[in-house]
């Protein structure tokens, strides 16, 4: 459907019926996984998350937030290295978190909470996270600063916000050929033929999604406008760089006071 007469509500941006939605995120979700496990920046992303918890300082029980969780992919790594841990996984498309959930039966994961919901409609009581994690969802979320300030008060004094968002325009030509490369060079020209089959949908969704960022409907930033975003918002910046071949920011954050 062309995004001009797609005017379904936008489970990530909350956008009414009157505005179009770029992103068809119900279609997304049924590919979301092809390419995301073929994509080497994506599996990195989930590494080095893995390898800076043990610099967040958590609890040996902590309670993770993961918010635009997707289809939990993140928790189900995080799951491996904290046993103990209670997680929410917390998204607003259904069909996500359908996904999730079979993955969480799948892997026994019996400590995970989904909340199904706009991330800028959630309620959480104040110093209820050890850790909240945030990867590719804020440029989509509005209102922003509000979202921002309402995570700060969710986390425990010195609790610890760590965000991952895609600020710069999405060249889908460059991303295609990178991952057919790496395809080719993992499994061969049939793995190749086997993303491509299973995958259309997921490259369509993010064609439309870069047509949302030229029109405004999702956020652009450098990562100098991140940072002060966070700031804004009242976060104490500890790491500040660039990821996913420079198309994102990274931040680790703690909130000192709330």
Not at 52 to 66: A, H, M, N, R, T
Not at 74 to 82: G, N, R, S, T
Not at 147 to 176: C, E, H, V
Request: aromatic content about 10%; some cysteine; overall charge negative.
């Amino acid at each position: 459907m062309d995004a001009t007469s797609d005017v379904a509500h936008d489970p990530l941006t909350g956008a009414s019926p009157s505005q179009p939605r770029e992103i068809d995120w119900d279609a997304y979700a049924t590919q979301y996984d092809v390419l995301a496990t073929a994509n080497p920046s994506y599996r990195e992303n989930i590494e080095i998350l893995r390898s800076l918890i043990s610099g967040f300082d958590l609890p040996q029980d902590p309670v993770i937030c993961d918010v635009g969780a997707g289809t939990g992919n993140f928790i189900c790594a995080l799951a491996q290295d904290l046993p103990n841990a209670k997680f929410v996984h917390l998204d607003a498309d259904e069909t996500m978190n359908q996904i999730a959930r079979e993955k969480y039966q799948a892997a026994g994961l019996s400590n995970v909470e989904i909340k199904h919901c706009l991330a800028s409609d959630a309620n959480f009581s104040a110093g209820a996270f050890d850790l909240i994690i945030c990867v590719n969802a804020l440029y989509a979320i509005r209102p922003r600063d509000e979202f921002l300030k309402k995570a700060k008060q969710w986390l425990k004094p010195n609790g610890t916000f760590f965000i991952i968002d895609f600020g710069r325009r999405l060249d889908t030509l460059s991303w295609s050929l990178y991952i057919i490369g790496s395809v080719i060079k993992e499994g061969g020209l049939r793995e190749v033929v086997r993303i491509l089959r299973n995958g259309l949908e997921t490259l369509r969704q993010n064609r439309r999604g870069s047509k949302g960022q030229a029109n405004g409907l999702y956020w652009l930033h450098s990562t100098e406008e991140f940072a002060d975003e966070l700031t804004r918002a009242g976060y104490n910046i500890d790491q500040l760089r660039t990821c996913y071949r420079g198309y994102c920011d990274l931040a680790v954050c703690r909130s000192t006071q709330n």
